[in-house]
């Protein structure tokens, strides 16, 4: 059971927008930073979005993500098959000094 | 950009000690504020955070894993490394050694996140 709670999968057609959501409680991301990771089939995470809405130089601006309260969003518009992947949100914990993630939701375009 | 490589062998017998080293290429470990994170996954799962270490040697650890893991930092030869003692089964995973950024906003408020992974190693601990 994950500390973070996100939907298992999401699907939709390519050009299409879908939403990731990730909830928490107060002690990670009611009052910590959250990051989002993709991780395409048999390869390692990548950083997708930083500090709830950061993206890294090179990550296109069809993600984004947002955050209200103990729940953060991402986004993904225009939807390829390549985008196809795991999608993992991971905070800091300060009840328990730990960096969570949530489950895991795999997006598939259909 | 740094680059990350995990190795370290890919079967462990129960009870004994999985040991995996991360060699950093790409610039200096102790360029920087950074932390150095093992994570790891069991196959068809989710990532589960194992621990860090800073090079000044301060760590944090998995509660849930805390009694059996040693996170080191050799700066001389850009390398940390990883030791989670007494392994069963459900240690089996692929292990991740990944550098993390970290900030401190105040009123307790951080950000965690972590900009460059290693491809990953699978262990599998069996007889």
């Known amino acids: 059971q994950s500390v973070l709670t996100q939907p298992p999968s999401v699907s939709a057609a390519p050009g299409q927008t879908v939403t990731i959501s990730c909830s928490g409680s107060?002690?990670?991301?009611?009052?910590?930073?959250v990051s989002w990771y993709q991780q395409l089939p048999g390869t390692a995470p990548k950083l997708l979005i930083y500090?709830?809405?950061k993206r890294p130089s090179g990550i296109p601006d069809r993600f984004s993500g947002s955050k209200s309260g103990t729940s953060v969003t991402l986004g993904i518009t225009g939807l390829q098959t390549g985008d196809e992947a795991d999608y993992y949100c991971?905070?800091?914990?300060?009840?328990?000094?730990?960096?969570?993630f949530g489950g895991g939701t795999k997006l598939t375009v259909l | 950009q740094v680059q990350l490589q995990e190795s370290g062998p890919g079967l462990v017998k129960p009870s004994q000690t999985l040991s995996l080293t991360c060699t950093v290429s790409?610039?200096?470990?102790?360029?920087?504020?950074?932390?150095w994170n093992w994570i790891r996954q069991p196959a068809g799962k989710g990532l589960e955070w194992i621990g860090r270490?800073?090079?000044?040697?301060?760590?944090n650890y998995n509660p849930s894993l805390k009694s059996r893991v040693t996170i080191s930092v050799d700066t001389s030869k850009n390398q940390f490394s990883l030791k989670l003692s007494s392994v069963t089964a459900a240690d089996t995973a692929v292990y991740y050694c990944?550098?993390?950024?970290?900030?401190?906003?105040?009123?307790?408020?951080?950000?965690?996140?972590?900009?460059?992974w290693g491809q990953g190693t699978l262990v599998t601990v069996s007889s």
């Open positions: 107060s002690s990670n991301i009611g009052i910590n930073y």
């Open positions: 991971g905070t800091w914990d300060n009840s328990l000094s730990a960096e969570v």
């Open positions: 990944a550098r993390g950024y970290p900030s401190y906003y105040g009123a307790g408020s951080y950000s965690f996140y972590f900009e460059d």
């Open positions: 500090d709830n809405n």
């Open positions: 790409g610039g200096p470990m102790y360029s920087g504020t950074y932390y």
């Open positions: 270490a800073y090079i000044s040697g301060s760590t």
